[in-house]
T-cell receptor, first 116, second 113 residues
Framework: GAVVSQHPSWVICKSGTSVKIECRSL??????MFWYRQFPKQSLMLMAT?????????EQGVEKDKFLINHASLTLSTLTVTSAHPEDSSFYIC????????????FGEGSRLTVL | AQKVTQAQTEISVVEKEDVTLDCVYE???????LFWYKQPPSGELVFLIR??????QNEISGRYSWNFQKSTSSFNFTITASQVVDSAVYFC??????????FGAGTRLFVKA
C-alpha cells in the first residue's frame, strides 16, 4: 500500500552543522509534499509545501534560507536544516497526498532532530 | 480562514471509562475533509479516520466512534471502555481549499489502570 517514509528517524548534531531529512513516497508519485514541525507538547505546524520541479512555498515566519527544501523527483523531497542551532531541535514530519482531491494523505514516521 | 479547535488540553480517565474528545472546525469551503490521528510517545501519527464534508454519517469502529455534525461544525471522537493503550495525544485535523492539513492543538489522553 501507499506509504511515506522518512529518514533518518532521529539525528543528533552539533550546533552550526547542516542536517538533511529525506521524505520518500513509496509506490506512488507525489508532486506535492508537506513539511511540518512539532515542538514538544505542541501541535504540528506546517512549515512549507514542497513542489516537484519548482520552488517550495513557505508559511509565514519560516526562514527559507534556514530550511532548504528540494523536491527533485516525484518520490523524494528533502528538508535541509542549515547551520542548525539548539532552537531548531524539533520533530519534523512530512506528508504526501496519495490522490489529489480525495483528502487521502499519508504521513512519514517523523524525524527527531536534536541540536547540541 | 481554516481553523481547528480542540478545547481539551488534557483528559485523565480511569480504565473502562468512556471518553469523548471534542473537535470544532472552521472553514468557508463546502468541500473539506476531517481527520483524527493518534500520536503515541514514539511520535508517529496513526491515522484513525477521514470523513468528507458530504458524509455526515456517524461511524463506529470497535471501541471508537465519531460524531460529525455540520450544524455545529463539530467532529467529536469517543472511545468506549478506554484502555491504558489508548493513552496518547489525539489530533483533529482539517483539509480544505487545498491539501494543507490544519491540525488542532491536540488533546493528551491519560488512561489510568
Amino acid at each position: 500500500g501507499a506509504v511515506v517514509s522518512q529518514h533518518p528517524s532521529w539525528v543528533i548534531c552539533k550546533s552550526g552543522t547542516s542536517v538533511k531529512i529525506e521524505c520518500r513516497s513509496l509506490d506512488f508519485q507525489a508532486t506535492t509534499m508537506f513539511w511540518y514541525r512539532q515542538f514538544p507538547k505542541q501541535s504540528l505546524m506546517l512549515m512549507a509545501t514542497s513542489n516537484e520541479g519548482s520552488k517550495a512555498t513557505y508559511e509565514q515566519g519560516v526562514e527559507k534560507d534556514k530550511f532548504l527544501i528540494n523536491h527533485a523527483s516525484l518520490t523524494l523531497s528533502t528538508l535541509t536544516v542549515t547551520s542548525a542551532h539548539p532552537e531548531d531541535s524539533s520533530f519534523y514530519i512530512c506528508s504526501a497526498p496519495f490522490l489529489l482531491n480525495t483528502g487521502e494523505l499519508f504521513f512519514g514516521e517523523g524525524s527527531r532532530l536534536t541540536v547540541l | 480562514a481554516q481553523k481547528v479547535t480542540q478545547a481539551q488540553t488534557e483528559i485523565s480517565v480511569v480504565e473502562k471509562e468512556d471518553v469523548t474528545l471534542d473537535c470544532v472546525y472552521e472553514t468557508r469551503d463546502t468541500t473539506y475533509y476531517l481527520f483524527w490521528y493518534k500520536q503515541p510517545p514514539s511520535g508517529e501519527l496513526v491515522f484513525l479516520i477521514r470523513r468528507n464534508s458530504f458524509d455526515e454519517q456517524n461511524e463506529i469502529s470497535g471501541r471508537y466512534s465519531w460524531n460529525f455534525q455540520k450544524s455545529t461544525s463539530s467532529f467529536n471522537f469517543t472511545i468506549t471502555a478506554s484502555q491504558v493503550v489508548d493513552s496518547a495525544v489525539y489530533f483533529c485535523a482539517l483539509i480544505a481549499g487545498g491539501f494543507k492539513t490544519i491540525f488542532g492543538a491536540g488533546t493528551r489522553l491519560f488512561v489510568k489502570a
